[in-house]
């Protein structure tokens, strides 16, 4: 009976120290230590290899490698394991991206064997940011590149549901060689909501698509698989809107170049070697920035940018855009074919632009007052979209009130183009009609005079570029005339 009671109370008291070491390890930071030793004597038996994966290549372009390692490692449910994580939010509001921290260790396992990345971050700045991988070498036949195509694979599976588009800019101070930042590109512009006249916006679409399926094509005849496009028009035409849509269609990242920014002719080079492919390059303004005679960035600088021999070798699958506010005083070197392959002219406001702003703003299709602004467009006055925009979404509430506006806007048009007697017939008709919508005369613009078109003008400090001539909106022929040009 002795042994019985003996028997039992040790049983208790080895269940008892069980149970205390469980909750000591668990609930202080023994076992995280125990691990620790557990896994430095296990290394003391195998012999490992490491690979590295810099951010760069020697060139200074972009390792796409490395990109798939930080997608595939961040989708890693061990990731949460790190001593240190950085939380993100993605591209919805509650969702939470995680990424590793600078020299922090991650364990992964592939067909049995396990691998650690190390995300090694140096102090000095001439050093690139660089994964590397830790495996052992009686497994590296075995599994190495069997295990790189599985990051691949996943990397791109990950991409394609992602599908996240940056918008890139170049920085002043170059950390780790990095020229660029980037930020979510959420612009809502697109094809659909763009003022543009429809077939020249189905031409334009169709242009792009034709490109994307191109890839063989441009490389059978030995040209880099690019496509140039120049934006030339007034300020405030919808130049950038555009390019906000063409890299929603595409799905391109945007690298917006601000020449002002640039320290030379090589740095110029550079910001194009860390572009990467499927991405749209920008430069807005080109025509201000070579009339102000800027000395750090050449002219010869920029024509090699635009075609010399790096943006042949570096510039595959990418769309070149350039805007400009007008391409009469531009050195006809920079417009030849070959450097700009599609001129697009965004001229002032139409009537059938017009009609896309109200649809787009107001939420109208038709308005009893669209005769009467179609009649002013047709005598020659005219506003830019966004002076048009200004004024419906300051009079959102009410559509009457805000085609009103436009209506004394144009009518108060700097050239005075418009025609005096329509003028007067519709000085008239809104006396008469003034009282016709409920709710319409309160907002910064019920007083239809001449204060309206002065206040957007104040706003957007606009300078207008007249012409007496139309010019043709889509010319793929820069030697010719505006009015000479040629479609797609």
């Keep these: 009976m002795k042994i019985l009671y003996a028997t039992i109370l040790l049983l208790s008291v080895i269940l008892s120290l069980l149970f205390l070491l469980r909750v000591l390890l668990f609930k202080t930071g023994l076992i995280y230590i125990t691990k620790k030793w557990w896994r430095s004597i296990q290394d003391c038996f195998h012999v490992y290899q490491f690979f590295k994966v810099p951010e760069f290549d020697e060139s200074m372009q972009e390792n796409h490698l490395y990109r798939k390692v930080s997608i595939y490692l961040s989708s890693l449910a061990s990731i949460e394991d790190s001593d240190f994580t950085n939380l993100f939010t993605g591209k919805k509001t509650h969702d939470i991206v995680l990424h590793l921290d600078p020299n922090q260790v991650i364990d992964d396992y592939f067909l049995g064997a396990r691998v650690s990345w190390i995300n090694e971050v140096k102090n000095d700045t001439n050093c690139c940011r660089t994964f590397v991988l830790k495996i052992r070498r009686a497994d590296k036949r075995r599994i190495l590149r069997p295990y790189l195509q599985h990051i691949h694979i996943t990397s791109d599976e990950l991409e394609q549901k992602k599908q996240d588009v940056k918008l890139h800019i170049n920085i002043d101070t170059h950390e780790h060689n990095r020229l660029w930042r980037s930020v979510p590109f959420k612009h809502p512009s697109t094809f659909d909501t ?210 009103r506006s436009v209506i004394t806007a144009l009518q108060t048009d700097g050239d005075g183009r418009g025609s005096l007697n329509i003028r007067k017939q519709l000085d008239d008709s809104s006396s008469r009609k003034s009282t016709g919508d409920s709710g319409e005369h309160s907002g910064i613009f019920s007083r239809e005079g001449v204060n309206a078109m002065k ?30 040009s040629t479609g797609l």
């Design 194 to 403: 763009i003022a543009m006249e429809s077939d020249l916006k189905n031409k334009l679409r169709s242009d792009l698509e034709s490109f994307l399926k191109a890839e063989q094509y441009y490389h059978r005849l030995g040209r880099a698989w690019k496509r140039s496009y120049l934006l030339y028009g007034p300020s405030g035409t919808g130049k950038s809107s555009f390019v906000a849509a063409m890299a929603n269609f595409l799905g391109y990242d945007v690298y917006d170049i601000d020449l002002s920014r640039v320290l030379d002719d090589s740095d110029l080079k550079t910001l194009l070697l860390q572009t990467t492919s499927k991405s749209v390059v920008l430069i807005e303004d080109l025509d201000r920035f070579l009339m102000d005679k800027p000395t750090r960035v050449s002219l010869s600088g920029v024509l090699n940018f635009m075609d010399g021999v790096l943006n042949a070798c570096c510039a595959d699958e990418r769309i070149m855009v350039y805007t400009m506010n007008g391409k009469d005083h531009v050195d006809p070197a920079i417009l030849r074919p070959g450097r700009i392959d599609v001129h697009i002219h965004f001229p002032l406001c139409d009537f059938s632009s017009f009609k896309t702003l109200a649809n787009n703003y107001l939420g109208v299709k038709d308005h009893k007052l669209f005769p009467q602004v179609e009649e002013f467009f047709q005598t020659g006055a005219s506003l830019s979209p966004a002076e048009i925009g200004e004024l419906m979404i300051a009079n959102r509430n009410s559509p009457g009130r805000a085609l």
């Design 455 to 484: 206040d957007i003008r104040k706003l957007y400090g606009l300078l207008r570029l007249k012409s007496s001539k139309k010019s043709e909106s889509f010319d793929r022929t820069p030697d010719r005339k505006d009015g000479q």
